[in-house]
């Protein structure tokens, strides 16, 4: 049985998935429902889960309901879907949003949620406990005691990763090296990128970040701990909720934990522990220019002596900053 099941030793499930002329490969955990299944396609295709018919996918010879356990449905390696389903719209239009008017979408931002905030939703709250009792983390140097928590984005918060380039140096963002040294004093540093673990992997040995003599990685998250949620303002989005490492690590919460990402929305889940740092990107015209790592190394170097970040505004870091030099500087 289980020989036959799609289900990989690390408890994942590989489906592609065929719809409308596409061949879409998702990959998703054994504990994932078929629901989560439809907001990864609705994020793929645009079609709203609701909307999806798919073909295919059974559970006792009747199809699948929504809360079924995909590693369940015995699928074999490799199992072919059939989706089928229109486009919307509407979704489109929430998930192009531009991030960079900030002002606009801060507002928006603090509006979320009408009825109840996003991170309090029981089924979003639920998705979170499973990514906490089912995600395996690979801990590569375990924390260490009385130390922060900085959580980092990779694409356009650290590196450039849609120029082109002889190597990964060229794209990296000036001052990186310097800037996770700094941090590594005060704070456990975790690298969360809505991608594969492999490609994870590569891109932080060839940025020089495994190996690095000054500081050490505590673990890397992929997108399998990520979790889909529908938001008014963003439509079926991705987010990165901390929860997940905060229940998985005892000595980790809010009160010691900040995230960098350069996309809002993977904020969702903890609005107040997220700094949305400004993209890096045309690395090759922006690399002798951008110093924003520096600026935010002394940021975290400030607010390290802290008790507990909860009542930081993260969006005002540069008046804190200008108010609240680090020690030594
Ligand atoms: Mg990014």
């Known amino acids: 049985m289980s020989g036959e099941a799609a289900v990989e030793d690390e408890g994942t499930v590989q489906l592609t998935v065929k719809w409308s002329g596409q061949e879409l490969d998702v990959r998703l955990l054994a504990t994932d429902t078929v629901a989560d299944l439809r907001d990864a396609l609705c994020l793929r295709t645009r ?23 995909l590693g369940a449905l015995g699928l074999r390696p490799g199992a072919r879907i059939m989706m089928m389903g229109s486009p919307e719209e509407a979704i489109a239009a929430a998930n192009e949003v531009p991030e960079e008017a900030a002002g606009v979408l801060d507002d928006f931002f603090e509006e979320e949620g009408g009825e109840v905030p996003i991170h309090l939703r029981p089924e979003y709250v639920a998705k979170v406990e499973r990514r906490v009792r089912d995600y395996k983390v690979e801990v590569k140097n375990p924390l260490r005691e009385g130390k922060r928590l900085l959580v980092l984005d990779i694409d356009y918060t650290l590196f450039d990763h849609r120029s082109v380039a002889d190597s990964g140096s060229q ?41 690095h003599p000054d500081y050490k990685i505590a673990f890397h998250l992929d997108n399998l701990a990520m979790i889909t949620v529908h938001s008014e303002h963003y439509g079926v989005t991705e987010c990165k909720p901390l929860a997940v490492i905060w229940g ?24 107040q522990s997220g700094l949305r740092i400004r993209p890096f990107r045309q690395a090759h015209q922006n690399r002798d220019k951008d110093v924003e790592l520096l600026l935010l190394a002394r940021y975290l170097r400030s607010i390290a002596r802290l008790e507990d970040f909860g009542a930081l505004r993260h969006r005002d870091w540069e008046r804190y900053l200008e108010r609240h030099p680090p020690p030594e500087d």
């Open 47 to 69: 079609v709203l889960p609701a909307r999806q018919k798919l073909l295919n996918l059974k559970l006792g010879g009747r199809p699948a309901p929504d809360s079924a356990e």
């Open 171 to 211: 794209l990296m963002r000036p001052y990186l090296h310097e800037f996770l040294t700094s941090a590594y004093r005060d704070y456990d540093i975790v690298i969360w990128s809505a991608t594969s673990m492999r490609w994870i992997d590569e891109k932080m040995r060839l940025l020089g970040v495994s190996a």
């Open 248 to 271: 998985k690590f005892p000595d980790t919460s809010a009160a010691n934990t900040i995230m960098f990402d350069d996309v809002r929305h993977n904020f969702l889940m903890n609005r």
